[in-house]
C-alpha cells in the first residue's frame, strides 16, 4: 500500500504577502538537494520576482479548458498523477475549478495527489478558510466566494506562516510588486488599508496559534507526557461556591498580571452524583467577577475532587494552582487531610497556592438533620420501632424453648432494617439500642439482668447494633442524596430557563425579575437601592402589581448589596427556593449596576458634547466671523467716504474684496447651518442616480484649481444628492489643496468594488498622524495646523456628516510615499 504525501502549507493573511515565492524557494531548495519536484501550477500573477523563480525547475504544462466561450486554465492533475514526482508544488489551495474538471475544488486535486504519495507544497490565505470566511468579509467589505475547511488545513504535517507587517505590504504594492499600476490605487484605498491588514494579520496568527496548541496536545498526549509543560502562564483557581471565592478569584488574577500574556481560568468541581453542594449565588457572583477580571470560568465534573481539580489544571497545561486554606477543623483533619493538603502533596511540577481568608477561622461542627426522609416516612419508622420491640420481644418470649439467641438477634437485626427502610435513622437507632438492652435482659444469660456471662454474646450484640446502625446510615444516606439530587436538577432546570429568558430579553433586567416572579409563583418582584443606609428606599425595577417600596412590604426580603435588596411579595419561600433566588439577584444588581453606568456615560457624553460645540461656537464667533464682517465693512465704508475719490481701479479691487468677504462669511454660515441641521436630523436630501464623470470636475472647476482627475469608463452611477456631493467633494479638494506642495497638485479619483464606489482625494503633504484620524473630523478642529483665518473647522465634520446622511462614508488613511488619502464610499446604481 501506498504511504500517503506529506503536505506543507504556506499561509498568508493577504495576497502578496510572498507564499508562492517561499513555496518556489523551498522547492529549488528541496530540487538542489536531488529530490524530484515539479511545478504542477503556479500563479505568478505578473510578478517578476515570483517568475525568476520558476528558473530550472519543471513546469508541468496545464489543461486547457472552454467554459462559456472563454479559455480557462487549470492543473492537470492526470499529468501529474503519470509524472508521479516526489514533491509537486501547486499554488491557491482554496481555487475553485473551471466546471467540468475532475474535481470541484484545487485542494480535492492535492488530496488525490497525497493519496498517490506525492509530496505537497501548496498556499492559502486566511480569508479563504471557512471558519474566518464571514470575519473577514465584515473586517474587509469583501466577500469571498473561494472557501475551503479549516479541517483540510490542518491535517497538514506542516504549516509555515509567511509574514509581513501592513507597512511593509502596502510599500510592496505602491513599488508594483503585487498590482499592476491601474490597480494600485483602488487596492491601497479598499482591501489593503492599514486597518484591514493589521485584522487580517491577527487573524492568521491566532489560527495558527491554535493548531500550534493542537500540535503540542497531540504530542504530549502520543508520548504519554503528563506533566506541565510551561509554554505559557495559566493560572487556575478553585472555587468552592464559597463566600472566600471572591478572595481567591483576586489573588489568582494579581498572580496572572505578574507575567504578560497568562491566562486565568477558574474551575469549579460538581460533585459526581449531580447533588448541588454549593451556593449557586456564590457562584454566579464569582464567575461573573472572573470574566470581568479577563478570565474564563469552567465547571468539571469529579467525585475525587483533588483528582478532578489536578486533572483539569494538567489537560489545560496550568503552571499554579491557587486553593483557599481549609476551613475543617483540626479534629476533621485529623482523619482526612482535605482537598489542599492532599492537592498539593499531588500536583507535581504546577505550584499550588493555599490562600488564607476570613472562612478559613470559620470551622466547627455543622449539625446535619437526623434524616433525609420526609416527615411522614420518619413518623411512621418511629411508630414501628415504638410498637415493633415490645410486639417482636412478646412473640420470642413465647417461642423461647424453640429460638435460640442467634435466632432472636436476627431477629432483632430484621425490625432494625425495616425500621431503617420505612423511616430513616432514628427510628433504626431507636431499635437498634432497644433491641440491645432487650436481647441482654430477656435472651441472654443471665436472665433478667444487663451483665453477659459469655463473651461470645458480647460480640453477638455489639456486632448486631452495628450491623442495624450502618444499614440505617446507607438508607438515610442514599435517600438524602435523592432528595438533594431532585432539588439539584430542579434548580438546574430552572436556571437554564432564567437565563435563556434573560439573553432573549429586550430589557435584561426586568425579564430577569419577571422570570422570577413567573417560576416561584409569585404577585411581585421588587429591586429596591438607596443612596445610604439611612436614606429612603427607591424602587429600581419591579414587576407585577403595585412595587414594593420597602423590604418590610414583601414576604421574602433578598439583601443583594449594602444598599440593594431584592424583595418578594405573594408568598413565603421556602430555604431551598431562597437559595436559588439569591443566584439571580446578584444578576439583577450587575445589571442594575450596567443600566446606572450605560444612563451615567451618555447623560456625561451628551453634556460634553454640548459644552464643547458651546465653547467653539464661541470661538468661532468670535475669531473667525469677525475677519471677513470687518474686511467687507472696511471696503464699504472706504466706498461710501465722501473724502477720497476712487479710480475705476481702485473700485473694483475694493468692491472685489467686499464680496469676496461676503462669500467666505456666505460659506461659513452655510456650513454653521448645515451642521446644526445635521445634529437635528433636519437634513433634506434628494438622492438619484449621479454621473461622476460629470460630478468630479464640476467640483474641481469651483476651486478653479489643478486637480488630476481619473475616472475609469463606464464607472456605474452613484446614489447621491448630486448638490451635497459637490459640496462634499469641494471641502475635501480645498483641503488637500491647502496641505499640497507646489508641483505636486491632489487628484481626484473613482473606482468600483462590489455594490459599492469610491471616491479618492489624494495629497502628497504632511499627513496626519494615525491617532489624529479621527480628531480631524470634530467640529472646530484644526488640528493647531492653521490659525483662525482659514477657517472654523468645519469642513471634514460637515463632510463626513453629508457622507453618511447619503448612507456612505468618509475615511482617511495614508498616502504611500507620504500625504493623506480621503476616502469617499457610496453606493453604486446596480444595473
Keep these: 500500500m501506498t504511504a500517503r504525501g506529506m503536505l506543507r502549507v504556506y499561509l498568508g493573511a493577504a495576497p502578496g504577502v510572498g507564499k508562492t515565492y517561499k513555496m518556489l524557494e523551498e522547492g529549488r531548495r528541496r530540487l538542489a538537494r536531488g529530490t524530484d519536484v515539479v511545478v504542477g501550477l503556479v500563479e505568478t500573477h505578473g510578478r517578476p520576482f515570483t517568475e525568476a523563480m520558476l528558473a530550472g525547475l519543471e513546469v508541468m504544462p496545464r489543461r486547457q479548458m472552454t467554459y462559456r466561450g472563454a479559455d480557462f486554465t487549470e492543473l492537470d492533475l492526470d499529468a501529474v498523477l503519470a509524472r508521479n514526482p516526489e514533491v509537486a508544488l501547486v499554488d491557491e489551495m482554496a481555487h475553485t475549478n473551471v466546471p467540468g474538471s475532475e474535481n470541484a475544488k484545487r485542494w480535492q486535486d492535492i488530496e488525490q495527489l497525497l493519496a498517490a504519495g506525492i509530496d505537497v507544497l501548496t498556499t492559502v490565505n486566511v480569508q479563504h478558510l471557512e471558519s474566518l470566511n464571514d470575519v473577514v468579509e465584515s473586517i474587509t467589505g469583501v466577500p469571498q466566494r473561494e472557501t475551503m475547511p479549516d479541517a483540510v488545513v490542518r491535517r497538514a504535517e506542516q504549516i509555515e506562516l509567511v509574514d509581513m507587517t501592513p507597512e511593509a505590504l502596502r510599500r510592496r504594492m505602491a513599488h508594483g510588486n503585487i498590482y499592476r499600476p491601474e490597480k494600485i490605487d483602488a487596492a491601497l484605498g479598499n482591501y489593503f488599508r492599514v486597518g484591514n491588514l493589521t485584522a487580517l494579520r491577527e487573524l492568521a496568527l491566532l489560527w495558527l496559534a491554535d493548531k500550534v496548541d493542537e500540535q503540542l496536545d497531540r504530542y504530549r498526549s502520543q508520548h504519554g507526557i503528563d506533566k506541565t509543560w510551561e509554554t505559557r502562564e495559566r493560572v487556575v483557581v478553585a472555587l468552592t461556591g464559597g463566600p472566600e471565592g471572591d478572595t481567591l478569584v483576586r489573588r489568582a488574577a494579581r498572580v496572572a498580571a505578574r507575567t504578560k500574556g497568562a491566562d486565568l481560568l477558574a474551575v469549579h468541581v460538581v460533585r459526581g452524583d449531580g447533588l448541588a453542594g454549593a451556593d449557586p449565588a456564590n457562584l454566579t457572583r464569582q464567575r461573573l467577577l472572573v470574566e470581568s477580571l479577563g478570565g474564563t470560568y469552567h465547571q468539571v465534573l469529579g467525585a475525587d475532587v483533588p483528582n478532578a481539580l489536578l486533572d483539569f489544571a494538567r489537560g489545560v497545561n496550568a503552571t499554579q494552582l491557587v486553593l483557599g486554606a481549609s476551613r475543617r477543623g483540626r479534629v476533621a483533619q485529623i482523619f482526612s487531610p482535605g482537598v489542599g493538603v492532599t492537592t498539593t502533596a499531588e500536583s507535581g511540577a504546577i505550584d499550588v497556592h493555599l490562600v488564607t481568608h476570613e472562612e478559613a477561622r470559620r470551622f466547627g461542627f455543622r449539625a446535619r438533620s437526623l434524616g433525609g426522609l420526609d416527615r411522614p416516612r420518619r413518623l411512621a419508622g418511629l411508630l414501628l420501632a415504638a410498637v415493633g420491640l415490645p410486639l417482636l420481644t412478646a412473640l420470642l418470649e413465647g417461642l423461647r424453648e424453640d429460638m435460640s439467641l442467634p435466632s432472636d438477634i436476627l431477629a432483632y437485626l430484621v425490625l432494625a432494617v425495616g425500621a431503617a427502610l420505612v423511616g430513616g435513622l432514628l427510628p433504626a437507632l431507636i431499635c437498634a439500642v432497644g433491641g440491645f438492652l432487650l436481647l441482654n435482659w430477656y435472651f441472654t444469660p443471665p436472665l433478667n439482668r444487663l451483665t453477659i456471662a459469655e463473651h461470645e454474646n458480647v460480640f453477638a450484640l455489639v456486632a448486631f447494633v452495628g450491623v442495624a446502625v450502618a444499614v440505617a446510615t446507607v438508607v438515610d444516606g442514599a435517600a438524602r442524596r435523592a432528595r438533594d439530587a431532585a432539588r439539584a436538577s430542579a434548580e438546574a432546570q430552572t436556571l437554564a430557563t432564567l437565563a435563556g429568558s434573560v439573553l432573549h430579553g429586550d430589557n435584561p433586567l426586568e425579564a430577569l425579575l419577571e422570570r422570577v416572579r413567573e417560576s416561584f409563583g409569585l404577585a411581585c418582584v421588587t429591586l429596591l437601592e438607596r443612596d445610604s443606609q439611612r436614606a429612603p428606599w427607591q424602587v429600581a425595577a419591579w414587576v407585577g402589581d403595585t412595587p414594593c417600596t420597602s423590604p418590610a412590604d414583601g414576604e421574602t426580603e433578598v439583601p443583594v448589596e449594602e444598599n440593594v435588596a431584592l424583595v418578594l411579595r405573594g408568598h413565603a419561600l421556602p430555604a431551598a427556593a431562597r437559595r ?252
Design 580 to 831: 436559588l433566588v439569591e443566584a439571580f439577584a446578584a444578576h439583577a444588581a450587575i445589571a442594575l449596576r450596567q443600566r446606572r453606568l450605560s444612563e451615567q456615560a451618555a447623560e456625561a457624553g451628551t453634556l460634553a458634547e454640548v459644552d464643547r460645540l458651546r465653547t467653539a461656537l464661541l470661538s468661532a464667533v468670535s475669531h473667525d466671523l469677525r475677519t471677513p464682517l470687518a474686511a467687507a465693512k472696511v471696503a464699504v465704508g472706504s466706498l461710501r467716504s465722501p473724502d477720497v475719490d476712487f479710480s475705476p481701479e481702485d473700485t473694483a479691487e475694493l468692491l472685489a474684496t467686499a464680496e469676496e468677504a461676503l462669500d467666505r462669511l456666505t460659506r461659513l454660515v452655510e456650513n454653521l447651518l448645515d451642521m446644526s441641521r445635521l445634529q437635528a436630523g433636519a437634513l433634506a436630501l434628494t438622492l438619484e442616480p449621479v454621473d461622476l464623470a460629470d460630478a468630479l470636475p464640476r467640483a474641481a472647476d469651483d476651486l478653479d484649481a489643478a486637480v488630476a482627475i481619473n475616472v475609469p469608463e463606464e464607472l456605474p452611477e452613484v446614489i447621491a444628492d448630486p448638490s451635497l456631493l459637490e459640496r462634499i467633494l469641494v471641502n475635501l479638494l480645498a483641503n488637500a489643496l491647502r496641505h499640497s506642495p507646489p508641483g505636486r497638485p491632489p487628484s481626484l479619483g473613482a473606482s468600483a468594488h462590489a455594490e459599492r464606489i469610491e471616491i479618492r482625494v489624494v495629497d502628497h503633504g504632511p499627513g496626519l498622524s494615525e491617532s489624529d484620524h479621527e480628531r480631524v473630523f470634530q467640529p472646530f478642529q484644526r488640528l493647531g495646523d492653521r490659525d483662525n483665518s482659514t477657517g472654523v473647522g468645519l469642513g471634514l465634520a460637515l463632510s463626513r456628516g453629508l457622507a453618511e446622511a447619503m448612507g456612505g462614508t468618509l475615511a482617511p488613511e495614508p498616502t504611500p510615499g507620504g500625504g493623506l488619502t480621503m476616502t469617499l464610499t457610496l453606493a453604486a446604481v446596480l444595473r
